[in-house]
T-cell receptor
Framework: GAGVSQSPRYKVTKRGQDVALRCDPISGHVSLYWYRQALGQGPEFLTYFNYEAQQDKSGLPNDRFSAERPEGSISTLTIQRTEQRDSAMYRCASTKDILTYNEQFFGPGTRLTVL | AQSVTQLDSHVSVSEGTPVLLRCNYSSSYSPSLFWYVQHPNKGLQLLLK??????LVKGINGFEAEFKKSETSFHLTKPSAHMSDAAEYFCVVSDQASNFGNEKLTFGTGTRLTIIP
């Protein structure tokens, strides 16, 4: 497809389980960003990659959250030992190259619900 | 740290009337500002961006925004609302993430726009 895709679109899990959220950026896009959006709020930055290198993970809330992009394309955000407070929409975005003011193209998001 | 404040969580206008969505920003230097729109079950889409060029910025679908440094505002306007404009709108400020040039976007809390037929 032409846009950013994310899977699954919806994920329901029980507290304590691990989840993996996938982001497939636009083909050839260099930079990839993860955001988390709580209900009624705007998205909040989590982390980003240039190619396969994770450049900034200052937004990850704690060490249960991790992300990787091993081949500089698809990225996975993993949440270990999920808690109810992790319930949110997780959004991924990509940009064509590493330039300031580059438009971030967003995917449709993964809605995570932790019971 | 930079931030934006969206002054209205919900705005309702009649179809064909003007739209005004308000945003104020806080920044220690000249910021880059954006408006994104989110339609139900879809990803966020860039409407327009201000990057220290012209203070009046025109975007897609007839929207425009004016950067006013003296008022620290970046309000979004449209002369005539259309039913398809119903969505959530986010005012966004960017913070340069690193020497690489990447940007970390800081979003406002959003304004839900309802269009009355």
């Amino acid at each position: 497809g032409a846009g950013v895709s994310q899977s699954p679109r919806y994920k329901v899990t029980k507290r304590g389980q691990d989840v993996a959220l996938r982001c497939d950026p636009i083909s050839g896009h260099v930079s990839l960003y993860w955001y988390r959006q709580a209900l009624g709020q705007g998205p909040e930055f989590l982390t980003y990659f240039n190619y396969e290198a994770q450049q900034d993970k200052s937004g990850l809330p704690n060490d249960r959250f991790s992300a990787e992009r091993p081949e500089g394309s698809i990225s996975t955000l993993t949440i270990q030992r999920t808690e109810q407070r992790d319930s949110a929409m997780y959004r991924c975005a990509s940009t064509k190259d590493i330039l300031t003011y580059n438009e971030q193209f967003f995917g449709p998001g993964t809605r995570l619900t932790v019971l | 740290a930079q931030s934006v404040t969206q002054l209205d969580s919900h705005v309702s206008v009649s179809e064909g009337t003007p739209v005004l969505l308000r945003c104020n920003y806080s920044s220690s230097y000249s910021p880059s500002l954006f408006w994104y729109v989110q339609h139900p079950n879809k990803g966020l889409q860039l409407l327009l961006k201000y990057t220290s060029a012209a203070t009046l910025v025109k975007g897609i679908n007839g929207f425009e925004a004016e950067f006013k440094k003296s008022e620290t505002s970046f309000h979004l306007t449209k002369p005539s609302a259309h039913m398809s404009d119903a969505a959530e709108y986010f005012c966004v400020v960017s913070d340069q993430a690193s020497n690489f040039g990447n940007e970390k976007l800081t979003f406002g809390t959003g304004t839900r726009l309802t269009i009355i037929p």
